[in-house]
T-cell receptor, first 118, second 110 residues
Framework: DARVTQTPRHKVTEMGQEVTMRCQPI?????VFWYRQTMMQGLELLAY????????DSGMPKDRFSAEMPDATLATLKIQPSEPRDSAVYFC????????????????FGEGSRLTVL | GEDVEQSLFLSVREGDSSVINCTYT??????LYWYKQEPGAGLQLLTY?????DMKQDQRLTVLLNKKDKHLSLRIADTQTGDSAIYFC??????????FGTGTRLKVLA
């Protein structure tokens, strides 16, 4: 049963600490997205990759956030230093970029990493 | 830039129809989606529509697309308590950049 796996599921940390969230996309998918969900802002796109190359990270605060795909099976989102306003649920999603008929472009989401920064 | 807007809350009685609305700004959107998020879980695709279609029906779900007004709606017939969730509208264009709305929290009253 193919699924997107995210770790950790929950993280509580203190302000100023580094936080790294990891995502294993579904094998064979060539796009990976990072979203942040808060009650106030809804679902914000932070970054997305196609074939491991970053295509858009304009939604990400560059001074403290970084996103990478060291290989096709791993995507990381790092926050350094973390701040209380970073508290949110972070979702990773993967999909297959459309090419021709038959591909709906569906995104498959992980269960999220709930981050609390004290 | 691209933007997708939805109302935040909707409350309906069990057995009634629910209609969730969405507006988007990107005229180059080629695919439009509805995702469902249950408590503590990630989003799951509910249904989708191509931009060259006006309507799509899938069992209790009906999607209507007004491309001129950039308006998308999701109708759930015979709404059940199990339909209580957050529903997200999303659009995707040729660059495959996925933009989601803020989500509509549907509450079904027994």
């Amino acid at each position: 049963d193919a699924r997107v796996t995210q770790t950790p599921r929950h993280k509580v940390t203190e302000m100023g600490q580094e936080v790294t969230m990891r995502c294993q996309p579904i094998l064979g998918h060539n796009t990976v997205f990072w979203y942040r969900q808060t009650m106030m802002q809804g679902l914000e796109l932070l970054a997305y990759f196609r074939n491991r190359a970053p295509l858009d990270d304009s939604g990400m605060p560059k001074d403290r956030f970084s996103a990478e795909m060291p290989d096709a099976t791993l995507a990381t989102l790092k926050i350094q230093p973390s701040e209380p306003r970073d508290s949110a649920v972070y979702f990773c999603a993967s999909g297959l970029a459309r090419s021709g008929q038959g591909n709906t472009g569906e995104l498959f989401f992980g269960e999220g990493s709930r981050l609390t920064v004290l | 830039g691209e933007d997708v807007e939805q109302s935040l809350f909707l409350s309906v009685r069990e057995g009634d129809s629910s209609v969730i609305n969405c507006t988007y700004t990107d005229s180059s959107s080629t695919y439009l989606y509805w995702y469902k998020q249950e408590p503590g879980a990630g989003l799951q695709l509910l249904t989708y529509i191509f931009s060259n279609m006006d309507m799509k029906q899938d069992q209790r779900l009906t999607v209507l697309l007004n491309k001129k007004d950039k308006h998308l709606s999701l109708r759930i017939a015979d709404t059940q308590t199990g339909d209580s969730a957050i529903y997200f509208c999303a659009e995707s264009s040729g660059t495959y950049k996925y933009i989601f709305g803020t989500g509509t929290r549907l509450k079904v009253l027994a």
